[in-house]
């Protein structure tokens, strides 16, 4: 059985491994990240920048459950004239069952993917994005330079969790070669965990641990992350999801009989 390492936020990690287990991979996993809702202001400034006929672009599934947490009943109402794109599968899922009708989502699910579905009509277009704190520059510099209005709010923030047992468990099986692969799901927790696996065992010995089995990534921005870290990655996903991810790391390790 191919066996995958990844790290994932507090919230998410428990159906993270769920999935992956019910895709045939064993599974070792850390938490990465800590979500916390984003401050009373932002939310105030998201609702007094939605304007009829505007564009906000929801940047994560975790956006919009922030706006649920916040508005309550008042979600629809507050983007009500509004054109919602999405940036993919989960995303529109979940903006679907706090019923919103999604008007657009890009081929690419990801920040490269949203500049490109919006750059042609961006110029003088008031764009607002709801994402994270710690979001790519990539999808507020192509905008800006489409000469979109662009509001960006920050509905949540992302807090580094830190070393605890699970992560330390993880890096020692890198060390040791025990994972056939390590996903990467985002450029925020490539850099963490690296740089925890540099801090444990030196930067030399810890890229030669990580550089000893295979790397994957989420989509382009955590590959580009990963390039700059020094990792080029060996599996990307066509589509920008955890599960196609998961099913990338599976057809590159097929089974033996």
């Known amino acids: ?18 999935e992956a287990r019910a895709m045939g991979l064993d599974v070792m996993a850390a938490p990465s990240l800590e979500i916390i809702p984003g401050d009373e202001e932002e939310f105030k400034k998201l609702e007094d920048s939605v304007t009829d006929g505007c564009t906000v672009v929801f940047g994560s599934s975790t956006a919009v459950e922030q706006c649920q947490k916040f508005y309550g009943d008042r979600i629809r109402q507050v983007f009500e004239g509004a054109r919602i794109v999405s940036i993919g599968p989960a995303t529109t899922k979940r903006l679907e069952s706090a019923g919103f009708t999604v008007d657009a989502v890009p081929e690419d699910y990801s920040s490269y993917g949203l500049v490109d579905l919006l750059k042609d009509e961006a110029r003088g277009r008031r764009i607002v994005i709801v994402r994270s704190d710690s979001g790519s520059d990539v999808l507020s510099d192509g905008l800006r330079e489409a000469g979109a209005d662009l509001v960006c709010i920050a509905s949540y923030k992302l807090k580094e969790v830190g070393m605890c047992p699970a992560l330390l468990h993880l890096l020692i099986a890198v060390k040791r070669g025990q994972l056939d692969c390590m996903a990467f799901t985002s450029p925020m927790s490539a850099s963490s965990f690296i740089r925890h696996l540099e801090e444990r065992f030196g930067k030399e010995k810890g890229d030669e641990y990580l550089r000893g089995i295979r790397i994957a990534a989420i989509g382009r921005p955590t590959s580009e992350r990963l390039e700059s870290l020094g990792f080029k990655p060996d599996i990307v996903p066509e589509k920008t999801t955890f599960h196609d991810m998961l099913q990338a790391v599976k057809d590159a390790f097929p089974e033996t009989e």
Do not use: A, W
């Open 1 to 18: 059985m191919t066996t995958v390492g990844f790290t994932r936020p507090t919230q998410r990690i428990k159906d993270s491994i769920d």
